[in-house]
């Protein structure tokens, strides 16, 4: 994938500078490194692609990705949250694929 599609799909990507700049590597096996985020040395893992060199998707070593940390925050404070929230729906276009999902899971 390009820049364009993997920041599409994943919100935030990092080139190997940003990487180092965020992160300490501890080891890989292509696809994943695993890694522990400087700022808060969580433990966790990302994907990277070769080609170009990007790494994205940083997964928490209890399986929770940032968005969802911060919902589960939002839901434990008593905050209120969207359905949208819930569903992880950000945009029309993931309204239109949620839906669609749904629709097949349901067997329309």
């Not at 820049?3 to 700049?21: A, M």
Request: hydrophobic residues 35%; positive net charge; charged residues 40%.
């Amino acid at each position: 994938m390009n820049e364009k599609q993997l920041l599409e799909k994943y919100g935030k990507i990092r080139d190997t500078k940003k990487l180092r700049e965020d992160f300490r590597v501890m080891g890989f096996l292509a696809p994943h490194i695993a890694c522990i985020r400087k700022f808060d040395n969580l433990k966790g893992s990302m994907e990277f692609q070769h080609h170009p060199r990007f790494y994205f998707d940083f997964v928490d070593e209890d399986g929770m990705r940032d968005e969802e940390r911060e919902l589960k925050r939002k839901i434990d404070a008593g905050e209120k949250v969207t359905i949208g929230e819930l569903l992880g729906i950000n945009s029309k276009k993931d309204v239109k694929e949620w839906s669609g999902k749904f629709a097949e899971r349901i067997g329309l």
